[in-house]
């Protein structure tokens, strides 16, 4: 689904990734996991288009989208939920919803009932508005609402970060409920405990460069190697 291939990324003239590479196949959820400032935004907003690598490639399909503005990398089925949720304050839940509907996949795509099975919630709040919503919902909307797009490969950036910890256990019974169904995913989360226990592989950034790459469980039971990057 996804091939980053030996990518470089700078900042004006700061050089933020080093040859940084990693896989997804279809169906699978990768993690990407590091400490903060590691680099793992500035991968996702290079997949995504939005700080494109100077050099290296990035395939997705098997066609290389690097540079590709970010329009076009979301037209060709690259969903993206950033970490700062970006939801539309003035408009309602419901209506956040259907401005992303795009494309249906075939039988398996979503619609906005099927996102109202597996977000109840928002059917119980589609009639508030954005900016009465609390840190969670506007999580779940901002998953959902990418969703809609119908999107082949998911980039999740900090899906948790700042919420409490009973909508942190909600978000991530949603992720694995997305395992299940199929979606392919590149995860990146702080909490390194939650992202591979929904997580086949793993890839650990430190100071912008790649420094593991492998099986979610042999992340899980090597206590010694994320101790060293990861700090827990």
Do not use: C
Not at 76 to 93: A, E, M
Not at 107 to 112: C, F, Q, Y
Not at 143 to 152: E, H, V
Not at 227 to 232: E, N, P, S, T
């Amino acid at each position: 689904m996804l091939t980053v291939d030996h990518i470089h990324t700078f900042y004006g003239e700061a050089h933020t990734l080093f040859d940084v590479s990693l896989e997804i196949q279809a169906a699978e959820v990768v993690a990407l996991l590091g400490r903060n400032g590691a680099g793992k935004t500035t991968t996702i907003r290079s997949i995504m288009g939005l700080t494109p690598p100077r050099s290296g490639k990035i395939l997705f399909k098997g066609e290389n989208i690097a540079g590709l503005p970010p329009y076009e990398i979301a037209n060709r089925g690259v969903g993206f939920v950033p970490d700062n949720r970006r939801i539309f304050p003035t408009l309602t839940v419901k209506r956040n919803l259907e401005i992303a509907r795009k494309g249906n996949r075939g039988k398996g795509g979503w619609t906005l009932e099927r996102i109202y099975d597996h977000f109840p919630k928002l059917k119980e709040i589609e009639s508030r508005l954005g900016d009465v919503l609390s840190g969670g919902e506007q999580q779940m909307l901002t998953i959902a609402r990418t969703l809609m797009g119908n999107p082949d490969l998911v980039l999740l950036d900090e899906p948790t970060e700042g919420l409490a910890p009973l909508m942190v256990r909600e978000v991530m019974k949603i992720i694995r409920e997305l395992k299940e169904k199929g979606e392919t995913i590149l995860l990146v989360e702080q909490n390194s405990t939650l992202a591979l226990r929904v997580s086949q592989r793993a890839y650990i950034l430190e100071n912008g460069h790649q420094v593991f790459s492998g099986l979610a469980e042999e992340l899980i039971q090597n206590r010694e190697l994320r101790q060293k990057f990861l700090g827990v």
